[in-house]
T-cell receptor
Framework: GAVVSQHPSRVICKSGTSVKIECRSLDFQATTMFWYRQFPKKSLMLMATSNEGSKATYEQGVEKDKFLINHASLTLSTLTVTSAHPEDSSFYIC??????????????????FGPGTRLTVT | GQNIDQPTEMTATEGAIVQINCTYQTSGFNGLFWYQQHAGEAPTFLSYNVLDGLEEKGRFSSFLSRSKGYSYLLLKELQMKDSASYLCAVLDSNYQLIWGAGTKLIIKP
């Protein structure tokens, strides 16, 4: 159980175009989804946290108008990189958790990761 | 500020034992996770500790000392497939995961 899918796995786009990445929880309802980017040989960098039906909370330094996040349902969140530039090239990973901060159980905070999306902007 | 420290890289021999340390300074503590990440793949969950002591799960064990802000991941009977990065992450008082930079473990035959 607890499978998260991510699509596409790889995408190459031209500078100035927009790219949408989908993250789906396949066998559980994800109250909260997280979007990370990871540079080579670096740790995960949290970009934003999204709760179903509400606006995403962006981390400091992440442009919310450039990285549009929509969490329209309990099983789907999307990240759209708008007007992509070569410096946006990275490995983008989503994760999902079934719990909420009020649940109190650790498994609520275990994050189930998608397989990641390798974005290359030329 | 919040800080998670772990060694950048470690090397060990197949069949041996290796201990990966993690020290943390965070605003509050609601548990510590260890994740394994193979190159080009997403992290996978290994363990969770919220109380002091050792949690054993097969070849992998994780230890926590909250008073020292310290944890380690112990890998026994190392196999080549254990070559990966190991990420330490702490759940802070806001229930947000704070990630370490990861330890790249290289296993040699």
């Amino acid at each position: 159980g607890a499978v998260v899918s991510q699509h596409p796995s790889r995408v190459i786009c031209k500078s100035g175009t927009s790219v949408k990445i989908e993250c789906r929880s396949l066998d559980f309802q994800a109250t909260t989804m997280f979007w990370y980017r990871q540079f080579p040989k670096k740790s995960l960098m949290l970009m934003a946290t999204s709760n179903e039906g509400s606006k995403a909370t962006y981390e400091q330094g992440v442009e919310k108008d450039k990285f549009l996040i929509n969490h329209a349902s309990l099983t789907l969140s999307t990240l759209t990189v708008t007007s992509a530039h070569p410096e946006d090239s990275s490995f983008y990973i989503c994760s999902a958790t079934p719990g909420t901060p009020s649940s109190g159980a650790y498994f609520s905070y275990e994050q189930y990761f998608g397989p990641g999306t390798r974005l290359t902007v030329t | 500020g919040q800080n998670i420290d772990q060694p950048t890289e470690m090397t060990a021999t197949e069949g041996a034992i290796v201990q990966i340390n993690c020290t943390y300074q965070t605003s509050g503590f609601n548990g510590l996770f260890w994740y394994q990440q193979h190159a080009g793949e997403a992290p996978t969950f290994l363990s969770y500790n919220v109380l002091d002591g050792l949690e054993e799960k097969g070849r992998f064990s994780s230890f926590l000392s909250r008073s020292k802000g310290y944890s380690y991941l112990l890998l026994k009977e190392l196999q080549m497939k254990d070559s990966a990065s190991y990420l330490c992450a702490v759940l802070d008082s806001n229930y947000q995961l704070i990630w370490g930079a990861g330890t790249k473990l290289i296993i040699k035959p």
